[in-house]
């Protein structure tokens, strides 16, 4: 029988803080290689998940060039036959005959002028604050003058301007409407992207429905779908 180590109070202290410190130890490298499992796992997602989503984003380029493609000749048609070919149109839509496709085809734009728009600028602006003649007309001309502001990129929003032109055009101030023309003929918008916007309509609610082009709105799509089929 073998006789029991006794350990003095400060032996067991001892044993006890060793014991602590290898535990502590051995959950740090317990947590060390779950770090690096994670990383691992992040590794081998990500080079199987990139590749196809660069596939999809290829595919979607692919279509979205195809569609523009395919109705380059009706929007062409279309500046023929309505007279829009100098018009400044940003976007078309399309409808089918029986009025259940809708197709919206655009660029957005920027905002943007040539250096005659500080000509036009200063016409304006010299005939509005001609009107000036007391604290009421002060007022007024303030707020039109509003419209003259400049957005962060130092550029006129060219929504304000048609209300200038409604403006000048109710005037019918001659100096007032050339200092307007000036400025929409300075206007120089710059092309950023192309979108489509497909639509069809609910044949239960008659309610135009978007179809989701993007990751985002296809899985609001799809879990809309499965709630209707419920």
Known sequence: MSEQVKMTAEERAEWEA????KAKKAEAERRRQQREAYAQ?????????IPELLNLSGE???????VFGNFAAIIDMKAELFGTRDGGQYSHTFTNSDSSLRLTLGVNTVDGYRDTVE????????YIESLATDDKTHALVAAVLRLLSRDGQGNL???????????AEDSGNDRFLEGVRIIEESYQPSITRRY????????????WVNIPLGITECEAHVREAT????
């Open 119 to 126: 000509d036009g600028i200063a016409m304006v602006r010299g």
């Open 157 to 167: 929003k060219a929504s304000r301007v048609l209300q200038l032109r409604k403006m």
């Open 18 to 21: 060793f014991k602590a410190e």
């Open 41 to 49: 796992m992040v590794d081998e997602e990500l080079m199987q998940a």
């Open 60 to 66: 979607i380029k692919t279509v979205k060039d195809t």
């Open 196 to 207: 489509i916007r497909a639509q069809r309509r609910d044949p239960a609610t008659g309610a």
């Open 227 to 230: 709630e209707a089929a419920v």
